[in-house]
């Protein structure tokens, strides 16, 4: 299993031009829904998202749930606020909340959640269905929004405190 995405390197700063972009990352816009909005090309909008991936020091094939949570974390996008109460989760669909929001392959986000790889997809579509999230990087937005993504949610997941 890939290790969740941290680093010891501190992060760089985004430029106003990638902080724009990220923003529309932040609100869940794809590239293509970016560039629409931007009228920038999607060709400078996927390079803008590398820079951003780069910056935050994601992997190349990081996904958007993980660059979203990533740019809510380091503080480099605002948080969001929430549109409406956090649903009840069981400290299950906490940690495959996690597992999204730092995993990118599908494997290690089974293994991180504890989950039959098999069971994935089920798994994932119940949260989605629980939280009213339309895929995983809404699903992340929601979760900052609810505070359920913070330092110490995640350090109570790994050590049980929230069962």
């Given at each position: 299993?890939?290790?969740?995405?941290?680093?010891?390197?501190?992060?760089?700063?985004?430029?106003?031009?990638?902080?724009?972009?990220?923003?529309?990352?932040?609100?869940?816009?794809?590239?293509?829904?970016?560039?629409?909005?931007?009228?920038?090309?999607?060709?400078?909008?996927?390079?803008?998202?590398?820079?951003?991936?780069?910056?935050?020091?994601?992997?190349?094939?990081?996904?958007?749930?993980?660059?979203?949570?990533?740019?809510?974390?380091?503080?480099?996008?605002?948080?969001?606020?929430?549109d409406r109460p956090?649903?009840?989760?069981?400290?299950?669909?906490?940690?495959?909340?996690?597992?999204?929001?730092?995993?990118?392959?599908?494997?290690?986000?089974?293994?991180?959640?504890?989950?039959?790889?098999?069971?994935?997809?089920?798994?994932?579509?119940?949260?989605?269905?629980?939280?009213?999230?339309?895929?995983?990087?809404?699903?992340?937005?929601?979760?900052?929004?609810?505070?359920?993504?913070?330092a110490e949610q995640?350090?109570?997941?790994?050590?049980?405190?929230?069962?």
């Amino acid at each position: 299993m890939t290790p969740p995405v941290t680093t010891s390197a501190p992060i760089t700063p985004l430029t106003p031009t990638l902080k724009r972009v990220a923003q529309h990352l932040a609100h869940g816009l794809t590239a293509q829904e970016i560039a629409t909005e931007t009228e920038l090309s999607a060709v400078t909008v996927r390079q803008y998202v590398r820079d951003i991936r780069e910056n935050l020091h994601c992997p190349p094939r990081c996904k958007p749930p993980v660059i979203v949570h990533r740019l809510f974390t380091a503080q480099q996008v605002a948080s969001p606020t929430a549109d409406r109460p956090a649903p009840e989760l069981s400290p299950e669909q906490l940690l495959l909340l996690r597992a999204v929001a730092e995993h990118s392959d599908a494997r290690d986000i089974a293994v991180a959640a504890k989950i039959a790889p098999a069971d994935l997809r089920a798994a994932l579509d119940q949260l989605l269905a629980d939280t009213g999230a339309q895929d995983a990087t809404q699903l992340v937005i929601l979760a900052h929004g609810w505070k359920l993504l913070t330092a110490e949610q995640a350090h109570a997941t790994r050590t049980g405190a929230s069962q």
